[in-house]
């Protein structure tokens, strides 16, 4: 073999390696995602940390059936917009929450902002990463320092 052909392989081969590098969020970040578990870390107070857990974690919005502890989240995102709904039942009174706005991605940050009246928007960070069918999103929480993993399984 040349000097000629094993060079132009090899600058083939790197170009394929970084072309293909894991940069960019994958393609398959839009859609719909539910929440399945949280974990809390490094939280100030450590008695504050807790393991990956799915307690209460619900697949369906809650209702007002009569359930004693019940969370649910989902996340869609299309085009650059968001939303995001959420429900629970806490001693069997339910609450429900929708949220809507605008989302952008970075590398492996996410940002979502929320207009918060006509000229004020309120935008939160979080690092994003896709696992198989899994978005994981890390946050920090400003009143218990606890690092927070989000865990979305994609519908």
């Known amino acids: 073999m040349d000097y ?56 369906e919005p809650c209702t007002d059936d009569p359930e004693f502890l019940c969370r649910f989240e989902r996340y869609i995102f299309d085009s650059g917009v968001f939303s995001r709904s959420r429900s629970s039942v806490l001693l069997a009174i339910p609450i429900s929450l929708s949220t809507a706005g605008t989302f952008s991605l970075s590398g492996r940050s996410l940002e979502l902002c929320v207009d918060e009246g006509p000229v004020a928007q309120e935008c939160s960070t979080a690092t994003m990463e896709i696992v198989g069918n899994t978005l994981i999103l890390t946050t920090r929480e400003s009143n218990t320092g606890c690092t927070k993993i989000t865990f979305y399984l994609k519908q």
Request: charged content about 20%; some cysteine; overall charge negative.
């Open 4 to 59: 000629m052909s094993f060079y132009a392989i090899f600058f083939f081969s790197s170009f394929m390696l970084i072309s293909c590098s894991k940069g960019e969020p994958d393609a398959s970040f839009e859609g719909t995602w539910i929440m399945q578990a949280t974990e809390l870390r490094n939280c100030d107070d450590s008695r504050d940390n807790s393991a990956k857990n799915s307690d209460f974690i619900s697949n």
